[in-house]
């Protein structure tokens, strides 16, 4: 019994590092996916899960942002605007927070 609780002991924290690490090392990949695209027409500018099977995605694409929504029957188109410049977005963002 006192093996079994040292060893819970020891690799219970181990393991929620190794999640925390994962978690992390997706973001980055994440924002670097949908990060600047230098020489490309597509650009992801945010994702929103609305559950596991459900996606909603803002796409830049030829100077127009395009909503979208993503799931297993495939992607739909649900809005199309004008792309913000940068200093627009950060506004908007601001004014969120």
């Known amino acids: ?8 002991v020891l690799l219970l924290p181990l393991i929620a590092a190794m999640i925390w690490a994962c978690l992390w090392l997706a973001r980055g990949m ?7 695209a230098t020489g490309r027409s597509v650009r992801i500018v945010e994702t ?10 803002v796409i830049e694409f030829h100077g127009r942002e395009i909503l979208v929504s993503a ?4 992607l739909t188109r649900l ?5 913000r410049s940068f200093e627009q977005a950060l506004a908007v963002e601001d004014e969120t927070q």
Do not use: D, F, H, I
């Open 30 to 36: 994440q924002e670097r996916v949908g990060g600047p």
């Open 1 to 8: 019994m006192g093996w079994y609780l040292l060893k819970l």
């Open 79 to 83: 809005a199309e605007a004008p792309a």
């Open 71 to 74: 799931s297993r029957q495939g």
């Open 48 to 57: 929103l899960m609305l559950s596991p099977t459900m996606k909603l995605a």
